[in-house]
């Protein structure tokens, strides 16, 4: 595959839940095979509503969308893509709803055609290396809010999607599970975009920031300053920081 193969390509976009508030305006947004880009930007701009875009989950008012090189015109060309796109949903909530772990992890995989064995044999690989082994058989609805945040995560990575898009990965995780996640995003090979306002999260594991401003999606440069080594001369010694 192209390695500068564009994943998504929106042109001027436009949506709004309603009328006179408009969400998103004119946004333009090129996403490539291998990008790794970080979304940081105030609550209520847009960036959940993006991502709904993204997936076929909202249609916008004008502007068109481009996935693996399709135009994305109706909810057959998304339901095409889906499965090749992982979505974390913000509220995991939203994600999960099957009586047990295993069940929602091997639901994906399941719905992908393949077979119950081989759903389930990636199903506990994906636990085992979230650390979520000893939870396939536990009740979807009693896990605590992080360990639905987790197991959200299981069930995306399970499709074994080619992009993620995670919205908010880390809220509501302790210490420990955040580096879980942000050491398996380093080292997977896949493209993603995070939604996240954890500058440091960021830091480590995209390469790009961009924030929203006005509908539109722009670089961030203030996250840039802080995120990106470079060496500049100060004084006669140039250094890094
Ligand atoms: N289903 C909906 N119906 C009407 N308005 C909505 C709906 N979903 C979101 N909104 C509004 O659209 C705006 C953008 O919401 P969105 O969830 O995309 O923001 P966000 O950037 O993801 O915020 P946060 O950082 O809080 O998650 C907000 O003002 C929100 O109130
Ligand atoms: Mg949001």
Redesign the pocket.
Known sequence: MDKNQTIIKMTGIDFA??ENSP?LKNLDFEFFKGDKVGII?P???????LFHLMMGLLTPSSGSIEIFGKPMKTEPDFAEIRHRIGLLF?DADDQLFCPTVLEDVSFGPLNMGKSRKEAIEISRRTLDFLGLSEFENRITFKLSGGEKKLVSLATVLSMEPEVLLLD?PLTGLDTKTRSTITMALKEMDVSYIIISHNIEFLKTTTRKTVTLRGGRLIADDQVHVHIHDHAHVHGDVPHKH
């Open positions: 839940y309603s969400i930007a609550n209520g701009s847009g960036k959940t509503t913000q908010e």
